[in-house]
């Protein structure tokens, strides 16, 4: 696959939506592909196959008593350590949001390296900001970054919701760093209490159990050794920037110029995310 986007591209693509990603997401981080899932996620399968096998009750069965694959693909398949893609793909089956053919075209569509999901779905959100479509670019970069470090640093798969985000900033936490120099970019985390415990105690590795100094301290880390990747990915473009130190504060939400709010969907909860072009205010 091109990207790892693929619960992004779903949501994009309107096979999921924001009534049910937040049940599919933590389900398919223990879900079990089935062989037939497997092998149309590798394209093993003809659509004309595909078709078939829709059409019977034992899907299984029927892909190996009619020979579909070999005997070399199916051992292979069985002993294949299933990604987050195949596990998704078989909620979707077992939820009966989507049948095998949509599932066999979304794989087919999705094996693309020209395809950007989290870049196209900030766009969308930039969109609608009156006069900010030039950062659209910028933000969806770093977004894309950003999710690919929660699933890497969090253990989860995550997705940005497109539809407009608000919230009460009552019993949250919020940690922003910003980014100066010939570019200038702001990030902020804001999260309620329990979300950004959850997400620091995962970060970490610690079994943080209350919201302490050392909680706080674990999601500031998070932003600033993502922030200063993004700082070393832009300097073999010429462009030099430096990183303030990270911020915090509770219940408070930030301001700034051409500031954009972005929900994230994890396997454990939801935040938000907010981009701008100077320091945040709160």
Not at 43 to 54: D, G, M, Y
Not at 172 to 186: F, K, P, Y
Request: aromatic share 8%; proline share 2%.
């Amino acid at each position: 696959m091109g990207n790892r986007y693929f619960s992004q591209y779903l949501l994009n693509a309107g096979v999921l939506d924001a009534g049910n990603i937040s049940d599919v997401m933590p389900k398919s981080a223990h879900a079990v592909p089935q062989l037939h899932i497997l092998a149309m996620q590798q394209h093993l399968l003809s659509e004309s196959q595909v078709e078939e096998l829709s059409t019977v009750d034992d899907v299984v069965k029927t892909l190996e008593e009619a020979k579909m694959l070999s005997d070399a693909q199916i051992e292979s398949l069985k002993n294949t350590v299933p990604g987050r893609d195949a596990r998704v793909a078989q909620t979707l089956l077992d939820e009966h949001i989507a049948d095998l053919k949509t599932i066999e075209r979304c794989f087919r569509e999705y094996d693309n390296d020209e395809l950007h999901p989290i870049k196209d779905a900030v766009k969308k959100i930039v969109s609608k900001y009156e006069e900010m479509n030039p950062v659209a670019d910028i933000y969806g970069e770093y977004t894309e970054m950003f999710v690919g470090a929660l699933q890497r640093f969090m253990d989860t798969d995550a997705v940005v919701l497109t539809e407009a985000t608000s919230f009460d900033f009552a019993g949250t936490r919020i940690v922003s760093q910003s980014m100066g120099g010939q570019l200038s970019v702001a990030v902020a985390v804001l999260a309620k209490n329990q979300m950004f415990l959850e997400m620091a105690r995962r970060y970490s590795g610690e079994d943080l159990t209350e919201l302490d100094e050392l909680a706080e301290d674990s999601l500031a880390e998070f932003i600033n050794v993502l922030n200063g990747l993004y700082i070393v990915n832009l300097s073999g473009r010429d462009l030099d920037m430096d990183l303030d130190m990270p911020r915090g504060g509770q219940d408070v939400g930030p301001t700034a110029s051409n500031m954009i709010a972005m929900r994230i969907v994890t396997d454990f909860g939801s935040f938000v995310i907010y981009l701008a072009e100077d320091e945040f205010i709160y």
